[in-house]
Nanobody, 121 residues
Framework: EVQLVESGGGLVQAGGSLRLSCAAS????????IGWFRQAPGKEREGVAC????????YYGDFVKGRFSISSDDAKNTVYLQMNSLKPEDTAVYYC??????????????WGQGTQVTVSS
């Protein structure tokens, strides 16, 4: 059973930083993409960042613009999202997600429970 457990969300002032963590387990896929989606109130879910098992290339949503960075610690089976220069519009629930057989997230197969990120102005 695939399990994705996020942590690290919270309240931060604009311009601040947060690091999200995702402890992943139960994978049996040869190839997959893992990363982060987010959903703000009243808006659709959108991809934030991802990386894949094949070549570890990193992909980011256009709105990230160099502010966020995805990384992984394979020994801990953990994926991180370092978020800097946070803006109020980054306020959302952030989900750790996995999709099998792809290099970039399109329609994730598995979702974590989500962690709230709130950026105050």
């Amino acid at each position: 059973e695939v399990q994705l457990v996020e942590s690290g969300g919270g309240l931060v002032q604009a311009g601040g930083s947060l690091r999200l963590s995702c402890a992943a387990s139960g994978f049996t896929f040869d190839d997959y993409a893992i990363g982060w989606f987010r959903q703000a109130p009243g808006k659709e879910r959108e991809g934030v960042a991802c990386m894949n098992s094949a070549d570890n290339m990193e992909y980011y949503g256009d709105f990230v613009k160099g502010r966020f960075s995805i990384s992984s610690d394979d020994a801990k089976n953990t994926v991180y999202l370092q978020m800097n220069s946070l803006k109020p519009e980054d306020t959302a629930v952030y989900y750790c997600v996995v999709e099998a057989g792809v290099k970039i997230l399109i329609r994730p197969d598995y979702w974590g429970q989500g962690t709230q990120v709130t950026v105050s102005s």
